[in-house]
């Protein structure tokens, strides 16, 4: 059973930054490539952004592309969400998910693993 378990999340003004933490069990963490989503209220989930399981390919949505970045921690079965410069827009939960290949997927059918989200807000 893998679970996926999200942290950093909380309020910030609009510009500010926050780190978003998903940490892995459950199966090994280096053999799969990692994705964030997020869900606005009253809105599909929405690709985030996606990294390979090296940590040497990245993708992002065109939404957050320039402002957010994605990295991985292999040794500590952790991924990381680098939100900068953010908007009121950005509010949303934040979910991260476990890819079914080594490769990043920007589809939700891409991953079987889910985490329980964290609560972004940004005031403007």
């Known amino acids: 059973q893998v679970q996926l378990v999200e942290s950093g999340g909380g309020l910030v003004q609009a510009g500010g930054s926050l780190r978003l933490s998903c940490t892995a069990s459950?199966?090994?963490?280096?053999?799969?490539?990692m994705g964030w989503f997020r869900r606005a209220p009253g809105k599909e989930r929405e690709f985030v952004g996606g990294?390979?399981?090296?940590?040497?390919?990245?993708y992002y949505g065109d939404s957050v592309k320039g402002r957010f970045t994605i990295s991985r921690d292999n040794a500590k079965n952790t991924v990381y969400l680098q939100m900068n410069t953010l908007k009121p827009e950005d509010t949303a939960v934040y979910y991260c998910?476990?890819?079914?290949?080594?490769?990043?997927?920007?589809?939700?059918?891409?991953?079987?693993?889910w985490g329980q989200g964290t609560q972004v807000t940004v005031s403007s």
């Open positions: 998910a476990s890819s079914r290949a080594l490769y990043i997927g920007i589809w939700e059918r891409d991953y079987n693993y």
């Open positions: 459950g199966r090994s963490f280096r053999s799969y490539g």
């Open positions: 990294i390979g399981w090296s940590g040497g390919d990245t």
